[in-house]
C-alpha cells in the first residue's frame, strides 16, 4: 500500500531527446508528489513537485504529469542535455514530511 | 542556503563493531531522517525525528537505532555492524510543514562492513 513504483531502472537518450520516467503508486491518501534528482557524489535534491488537484506542473524544461485515476505520474524532460545525466527519485507522502520513494532511474544523456 | 553534513563520506568498519554515523543541520529543521540508498531498492527510510529526543521507526529498523540529543543533531548507530548494513546512507532535514517541505539531503557516508 506505501509502494512506489518507478520505471524505468536506467534509461539511454540522445542529446536533444525527451526523457520520461514512470511512477506508479497505491495508496490514494498520497497527496504530495515530488521528484529528486541525485548527481554522482551528492545527495538527492527536490527538482519538481506536484499536488493531486493538478494534471500537469512544468518548470522550464521540466513537466510531471499525473494521473489521478491511473494512479500513475511521470516526469518529462524536454530537449535532454548531458549535464541532466543523474539518478531521478520520484516520491511520494501524504501530509507527515516522510516521503516514500521510488526505485530510482539512472539517465544518461548522450551527446 | 540549507546545509546537511554527515561527518564521514567513507567508513570502513568490522562485523560485529558498532557503528556511529553523525548528522549535523544548520537551518534550525525540525523533522531529521536517515535513509538507506542501495541499487535497484532506492532510498528506505530506516528512523525519523520530528523533535528532539523524539524518533519513530521508519520501513527498516531493523539493526539499526537512533540518538537526537540537540536539535541540529541526528546520529545514526548500528549496534553491531553486519556485512548486508553495506550501503550508502543519506541524512536529511525539513521544516515541519504540511508534508510538501523539501527535503535537505547530506551528501552520503558509504559504510562497508567486512
Known amino acids: 500500500q506505501q509502494q512506489v513504483k518507478q520505471s524505468p531502472q536506467s534509461l539511454i537518450v540522445q542529446k536533444g531527446g525527451i526523457s520520461i520516467i514512470n511512477c506508479a503508486y497505491e495508496n490514494t491518501a498520497f497527496d504530495y508528489f515530488p521528484w529528486y534528482q541525485q548527481f554522482p557524489g551528492k545527495g538527492p535534491a527536490l527538482l519538481i513537485a506536484i499536488r493531486p488537484d493538478v494534471s500537469e506542473k512544468k518548470e522550464g524544461r521540466f513537466t510531471i504529469s499525473f494521473n489521478k485515476s491511473a494512479k500513475q505520474f511521470s516526469l518529462h524532460i524536454m530537449d535532454s542535455q548531458p549535464g541532466d545525466s543523474a539518478t531521478y527519485f520520484c516520491?511520494?507522502?501524504?501530509?507527515?514530511?516522510?516521503?516514500?520513494f521510488g526505485q530510482g532511474t539512472t539517465l544518461q544523456v548522450k551527446p | 542556503d540549507v546545509k546537511v553534513t554527515q561527518s564521514s563520506r567513507y567508513l570502513v568498519k568490522r562485523t560485529g563493531e558498532k557503528v556511529f554515523l553523525e548528522c549535523v543541520q544548520d537551518?534550525?529543521?525540525?523533522?531529521m531522517f536517515w535513509y538507506r540508498q542501495d541499487p535497484g531498492l532506492g532510498l528506505r527510510l530506516i528512523y525519523f525525528s520530528y523533535d528532539v529526543k523524539m524518533k519513530e521507526k521508519g520501513d527498516i529498523p531493523e539493526g539499526y537505532s537512533v540518538s537526537r540529543e540537540k536539535k541540529e543533531r541526528f546520529s545514526l548507530i548500528l549496534e553491531s555492524a553486519s556485512t548486508n548494513q553495506t550501503s550508502m546512507y543519506l541524512c536529511?532535514?525539513?521544516?515541519?510543514?504540511?508534508?510538501?517541505?523539501?527535503?535537505?539531503f547530506g551528501n552520503g557516508t558509504r559504510l562497508t562492513v567486512t
Open positions: 537551518m534550525d529543521h525540525e523533522n
Open positions: 516520491a511520494a507522502n501524504f501530509n507527515t514530511g516522510k516521503l516514500i
Open positions: 536529511a532535514s525539513s521544516p515541519l510543514g504540511q508534508g510538501d517541505s523539501p527535503l535537505h
